[in-house]
């Protein structure tokens, strides 16, 4: 079904991964520019959150999402 309402879409790991720390970063910078992020203490927190990002599926299994 997925591939009849997006036909051009990559649904690799990877790109799945690279696109969750893409937005995660526009999010970051955008709430960093309103001033909304007035709690972040320095820089190690925002790293761990792209990397959280970026690795959060790290631990899923061959798959995992096919029958939820």
Same mark, same amino acid.
């Given at each position: 079904?997925?591939?009849?309402?997006?036909?051009?879409?990559?649904?690799?790991?990877?790109?799945?991964?690279?696109?969750?720390?893409?937005?995660?970063?526009?999010?970051?910078?955008?709430?960093?520019?309103?001033?909304? !992020?007035?709690?972040?203490?320095?820089?190690?927190?925002?790293?761990?959150? !792209?990397?959280?990002?970026?690795?959060?599926?790290?631990?899923?299994?061959?798959?995992?999402?096919?029958?939820?």
């Amino acid at each position: 079904m997925l591939r009849e309402n997006f036909p051009g879409a990559t649904h690799t790991r990877l790109a799945h991964s690279l696109g969750v720390y893409a937005l995660s970063s526009k999010f970051i910078s955008h709430f960093l520019s309103l001033g909304d !992020l007035s709690t972040v203490e320095d820089q190690l927190e925002i790293d761990l959150c !792209l990397a959280a990002s970026l690795l959060h599926d790290l631990g899923h299994g061959p798959l995992s999402h096919f029958f939820e």
